[in-house]
C-alpha cells in the first residue's frame, strides 16, 4: 500500500503500545508493497486488479510466521472478502472499527461526512458499514470530491501534506456546513494530514482506530 500510510501506521502501534522498554513492544512484520496497482482504478474498470499482488503479499506474510493481518488502504477493503476466502490468517477490518469508533465517540451523531479516494466512495464500503450503526454518511459533491483527489494524489502522496491538508480541511469544512456531525478520515493520505480538532467536529480516524485494534489484539493472543 501506500509507504508513507504503512510507516505512519507502524509509529502508531508503537505509541499505542504499553511499553516501559523496547523488549515490551510486538513483533511487527511489515511488507512494504509499493507495486500493488492502485485500487481507485480497478474498482472503477479502468486499471488492473491489485487482489493477485494482494494476495502475493498476504502469503508472504503467512509464510514469514504473522498471527493476523491490517492493511493501511482504505479502498482495499473492497476485496476484504476475497482474501480472507484465499487467505489463512484474520484480517482486521479498518472500516468496521471507523463505524464502532463514530459510534463509541457519540450517540447522537447521524449524518457522517466522509473524505476518501473515488474508488472507495463506488464501493461504498463507508456507506454499508456506517448503515449498520444508523449513520448517514455525505459525500463532497462532484467539484469536491474532484479536489479531495488532487489533494491525496497531487499533494500527500508527492509528500506535499501541508497542501493537501489544506484542501482537505476545506471541503471537511464544508461537509460540516452541510449537516455533517463527524468527519472521516476515509483515506489513510487523509489521515496522514487530518488531526482532531482540525474542524469543530469529531475528526474520525481508522488508521488510528486500526493500529489501537491491532495492538489489543496482538496482547490477547500473548495473554
Do not use: W
Request: aromatic content about 4%.
Amino acid at each position: 500500500m501506500g509507504p508513507e500510510a504503512t510507516a505512519d501506521l507502524f509509529m502508531r502501534i508503537i505509541r499505542a503500545t504499553p511499553a516501559k522498554r523496547d523488549q515490551d513492544h510486538l513483533r511487527v512484520i511489515i511488507y512494504s508493497n509499493s507495486k500493488v496497482p492502485d485500487r481507485t482504478p480497478a474498482i472503477l474498470g479502468k486499471g488492473p486488479s491489485p487482489l493477485p499482488e494482494m494476495l502475493r503479499t498476504g502469503r508472504a506474510l503467512e509464510s514469514a510466521g504473522a498471527d493476523f493481518i491490517i492493511i493501511p488502504c482504505n479502498t482495499a477493503h473492497y476485496y476484504y472478502d476475497d482474501l480472507t476466502r484465499e487467505l489463512k490468517l484474520p484480517i482486521i477490518h479498518m472500516i468496521r472499527l471507523a463505524a464502532e469508533e463514530t459510534r463509541k465517540k457519540s450517540t447522537d451523531i447521524t449524518r457522517a461526512g466522509l473524505l476518501a479516494t473515488d474508488g472507495t466512495l463506488a464501493s461504498r464500503l463507508y456507506h454499508d458499514a456506517f448503515s449498520e450503526a444508523c449513520i448517514e454518511i455525505i459525500t463532497p459533491p462532484p467539484r469536491r470530491q474532484a479536489d479531495v483527489m488532487r489533494a491525496i494524489y497531487q499533494h500527500v502522496k508527492v509528500g506535499d501534506l501541508g497542501g493537501g491538508g489544506s484542501i482537505l480541511r476545506g471541503v471537511g469544512e464544508e461537509l460540516v456546513e452541510e449537516g455533517s456531525e463527524a468527519i472521516i478520515c476515509g483515506c489513510t493520505e487523509v489521515s496522514l494530514v487530518l488531526k482532531q480538532g482540525d474542524l469543530e467536529v469529531p475528526v474520525i480516524d481508522p488508521l488510528q482506530a486500526l493500529a489501537e485494534a491491532a495492538v489489543d489484539y496482538a496482547f490477547d493472543r500473548r495473554k
